[in-house]
């Protein structure tokens, strides 16, 4: 059943209410697809500079990603994706963020010729960003239009200004004027929600839809095995290289659908209508952002592990801390998680997670099969023991 229409004259201008039930649309799907493909970009800006540096600039660019992806989350619950106003705003989103990854491997360095990268993807980024504000402002509540509009403003205007002024700064302050306006997204929209009952229209859209963008980085970590793999011609060492990376992918899924995911859905239903908004930004606007993140390390892991599959050397630190940090990030966002909104910490994948972090040097003097084999096995324990011992700790109300 369709929602109340919103709006009048122009189809265009107009929208549909989303109610609950309701489910993600095909055009949601369409929109993640630019998202993969910055998600790919990002790998190959972490493999291109091969150090610490690279990987902090890399993950800043995905919080920002990752904000405007939830931003759109939000607008598409409060209205149908595929209708009007929202469609609009939806395929202008999508193909400004498809500009932004293209420009991914420019955001920091400017390559001759051309037009001027970091300010090129500042654009793109802030057109995706003012497109959502201006319908998400409009589409609110009329009692909670002003408050939107303060909570929008205060995110938008001076992360877009920081990162204007670090585009075109340049190093070393853009990574810091970056940094900067990525913080300001979850401390505004933390500090201008206290008191306010945001709706959550469709509870199985809002979990769904975070579902879909976990399962599509997986879908990136699959590319990233895919692309390491294809450097060398197909061997037995390659073959057991891509059975034991995608072990490690099905374990990540695994951890989430498998254990979780139907969990957590059912308890932000039973969570009070006043209190489920805040709920929802807590454990999927910002937790899931360290599974993403997770999940987008990982990738970069397999794909060194496998371009140097048949390879006797150490793995080497770079590949084995993306690896094994990559896993220990998504553990760890999964037990935050599950402590949100089932109100227990599952303290064994905090152990495990603390494990794969300390684990990192010595998976780095190992071979890459041999490391590969050993995340497996270190995976394998973790489920093991989430089977057969008391795991979940109790812990005060959600």
């Not at 951890?255 to 930004?281: C, H, K, N, Q």
């Amino acid at each position: 059943m369709r929602g109340r229409q919103q709006g009048s004259g122009d189809p265009l201008i107009r929208a549909v209410t989303s109610r609950e039930g309701d489910r993600v649309t095909t055009l949601e799907l369409f929109f993640d697809l630019a998202f993969v493909f910055a998600f790919t970009q990002l790998s190959r800006l972490m493999a291109q500079q091969h150090d610490a540096l690279g990987i902090l600039q890399a993950l800043v660019i995905l919080a920002l990603l990752w904000w405007a992806w939830t931003a759109y989350g939000w607008l598409s619950n409060i209205a149908h994706a595929d209708q009007g106003v929202v469609r609009v705003a939806m395929i202008i989103g999508m193909t400004a963020m498809v500009v932004a990854g293209i420009v991914v491997l420019e955001a920091y360095d400017d390559l001759p010729d051309g037009l001027f990268g970091p300010l090129v993807f500042v654009g793109a980024y802030l057109i995706a960003r003012i497109t959502h504000a201006i319908v998400f402002v409009w589409l609110a509540a009329p009692e909670l239009r002003r408050r939107t509009l303060i909570t929008v403003t205060l995110s938008v205007v001076p992360s877009g200004g920081l990162l204007v002024a670090g585009a075109l700064l340049g190093a070393p302050w853009q990574i810091w004027c970056t940094i900067a306006a990525v913080v300001i997204e979850p401390i505004v929209s933390y500090r201008t929600s206290v008191g306010v009952a945001w709706p959550v229209r469709s509870t199985a859209h809002f979990t769904e839809r975070h579902g879909l963008i976990v399962i599509l980085a997986l879908g990136e970590s699959i590319l990233g095995i895919g692309t390491g793999a294809s450097t060398e011609p197909i061997s037995l060492a390659i073959l057991l290289g891509v059975v034991l990376s995608m072990l490690i992918c099905i374990a990540l899924w695994w951890a989430y659908f498998t254990r979780l995911a139907g969990d957590a859905e059912r308890s932000l239903m039973a969570v009070p209508a006043v209190d489920r908004g805040r709920a929802a930004t807590d454990a999927y606007t910002y937790l899931h952002l360290a599974l993403v993140g997770g999940i987008v390390l990982a990738a970069l892991g397999l794909e060194v592990a496998m371009a140097h599959a048949e390879s006797n050397e150490g793995f080497g630190l770079f590949g084995a801390a993306a690896l094994s940090g990559g896993v220990a990030c998504y553990l760890a966002g999964t037990a935050a998680f599950a402590r949100r909104l089932l109100g227990r910490w599952n303290v064994v994948r905090l152990a495990i997670a603390a494990a794969f972090v300390a684990l990192a040097p010595v998976l780095g003097m190992l071979s890459p099969l041999v490391a590969l084999a050993s995340v497996v096995g270190v995976l394998i324990v973790l489920f093991v023991a989430e089977r057969n011992l008391p795991t979940l700790a109790p812990s005060g109300e959600r």
